[in-house]
């Protein structure tokens, strides 16, 4: 790893694995909530993290914690917003709050869940059953977008100005055009959940209910098939540089590369941070650098570059329970760690 991160740890490598704390969680935060984590997302030095009971936290280095009563229930989705994020509940509520701890309601959909939420500069979108709604800055009632199914995923282009939705039998790309939005179907037969853009826009991946991923080279509408998971694929992440979509659901980070113009076509991932035969749950990717954090099903932590298959770098020790979000603030100074059954790591990865 180019960065403060390898050379800050790689003296730690030989702690890993004991019954004893790795140096990061020895000076970090450990705390154990019994609350299912959630979600957790990068707020420029802060990490937003939501929780099965409906609340927010944000954590910020030198400061303590701060907790915000948000959702009368579980938080279904969230993302990072201008200041704050945007959350989704079973509640039916769909929600901004910002980092002092202020809540606005942007639209309550009665007895129907908030299941997915997206925001850019323009638009703010969430999604209730076969519907997105979205939003823009000069009108405060959303635009209905209807699909065929249930939608299990949306998101934004870099650019802000597509929307993608993932549903059953494919996806949809909307597209703003005047003042009416327009739609473009990509197909391939199962239940499609998570959706991401890559990072230059061309093209489209989503997590299937299969183990399996599917994509679209969005100009020709080109399949892309990656499949062979032993796993459902619960967490994916772009690492910069290539770039590569880094995913869960082996029993290691499975690394595609996106670069040229056929992507991962007739090519195969790079795979790194095996764990002792452990299933990977959730990953994240070190911004800046070609690495990334694995976290697996045991509980434990590891860092590793993509360009180096059997280095990894202890973060975390097992706790026996799977690790479900991680982040790391905006210049690279912390990660928070969390898990299903609510332990909570918050700690500097520089000294």
Not at 163 to 176: D, F, N, Q, S
Not at 182 to 196: A, C, D, E, F, Y
């Amino acid at each position: 790893m180019q960065s403060t991160l390898s050379l800050d740890l790689h003296s730690q490598m030989s702690a890993f694995p004991t019954a004893q704390r790795t140096e990061l969680e020895k000076r970090g935060l450990n705390i154990q909530t019994d609350i299912p984590v959630v979600d957790a997302v990068t707020i420029t030095e802060s990490v937003a993290v939501s929780f099965g009971d409906g609340t927010v936290r944000f954590f910020r280095p030198g400061l303590a914690y701060t907790t915000v009563e948000a959702h009368k229930g579980v938080i279904l989705s969230m993302v990072a917003d201008t200041g704050g994020v945007l959350t989704g509940g079973d509640d039916g509520r769909f929600l901004r709050i910002t980092q002092d701890g202020a809540t606005e309601e942007i639209y309550k959909f009665d007895s129907k869940w908030v299941d997915c939420v997206a925001s850019s500069k323009n638009y703010s979108a969430c999604s209730s059953g076969n519907s997105a709604y979205v939003w823009d800055e000069l009108h405060s009632r959303p635009t209905r977008l209807e699909h065929p199914s249930t939608i299990g995923g949306l998101a934004f282009d870099a650019k802000g100005r597509r929307l993608a939705v993932a549903h059953y039998g494919g996806a949809t790309i909307w597209e703003k055009h005047k003042n009416r939005w327009k739609s473009s179907r990509l197909v391939w037969n199962g239940s499609h959940n998570h959706i991401t853009f890559s990072p230059d826009g061309k093209f489209i991946v989503t997590a299937m209910q299969e183990n399996a991923l599917h994509g679209w080279r969005v100009r020709d509408k080109a399949n892309l098939a990656m499949s062979g998971y032993p796993a459902k694929i619960k967490s994916f992440d772009w690492v910069e540089g290539t770039p590569f979509l880094v995913t869960s659901g082996a029993h290691e980070a499975v690394c595609w590369p996106f670069d040229g113009k056929f992507g991962p076509m007739e090519r195969k991932p790079v795979c790194v941070a095996s764990n002792n035969n452990e299933l990977v749950t959730c990953v994240t990717a070190l911004p800046g650098d070609e690495a990334l954090f694995a976290g697996f099903r045991d509980g434990s932590v590891l860092a590793a570059e993509v360009s180096d298959s059997n280095g990894v770098i202890p973060i975390r020790k097992a706790t026996g329970s799977e690790i479900t979000a991680m982040a790391v603030s905006a210049c690279n100074t912390h990660i928070f760690i969390g898990d299903a059954k609510g332990n909570l790591l918050w700690t500097r990865l520089v000294g």
